[in-house]
């Protein structure tokens, strides 16, 4: 793997949905490889449609999206598909398949893999989220946190690029949220998560973007971002009661 190219660098990039709305205004960042970034920011900011972006399912803006230096746009979009691995909200959404291992081969065996290969793969996908022995159930015999590591599996399985994680931490009980911030603290891949939940940002993400009204509004240190109440209220953002956000070790602390 080429360390020096990015996985993500999104420059200058706005778009205005069919109806005429404008929902990013030249967004420009970029994620190196390995790095662990939050995006942050109140309702309606731009962050799905940002994520939207990034294989392709929403095009027509200005500006370039590129991912391990392929333009997203181009001929590469195959590629540019298996390499953006989005694990959506709701795991429903990714689930359709009788049986786990099936729905985790899915993609995959779609790319062209067979056999032992396929196999090694969907085993390896799974014990990445400790889903092992879950493999001949129906996924929907698994509880929402099963299905949401399960969801995780089906994107890892094509072994990604970068892993884009919407809301990951919602609807878990708190065991199951710790359980998949480890997960996603051993995994060996680019994230980039979008989530309101900020004392999770803080713990599995060193840095963070804030999306506003389409822009980027600040990038930096989570627990800097996080501490600064200007920044915060300016951007709607609000720390659980009581949280410190000082007092809770940096996922910068554990990064790579
Ligand atoms: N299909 C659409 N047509 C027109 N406008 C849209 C469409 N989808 C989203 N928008 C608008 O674009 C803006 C950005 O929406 P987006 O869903 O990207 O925000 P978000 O940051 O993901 O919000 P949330 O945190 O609520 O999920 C909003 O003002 C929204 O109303």
Redesign the pocket.
Known sequence: MDPVTPSLEVAGLAFA???G?Q?LFGVDFTVARGERVALL??????????VLHLNGILTGGTGTVKVAGLPVGSKHMAEIRRRVGIVFQDPDDQLFMPTVREDVAFGPATAGLKGAELEARVDRALEQVGMADFKDRPPHHLSFGQRRRVAVATVLAMEPEILVLDEPSSNLDPASRRELADILRSLDVTVLM?T?DLPYALELCPRSLI?SD?VIAADGKTGELLSDDALMCAHRLELPYGFDPRSVPSGADRSP
């Open positions: 949905y069919p109806d709305h929902a920011g109140p309702n309606g900011a731009g962050k799905t449609t940002l979008v309101h999306l389409g």
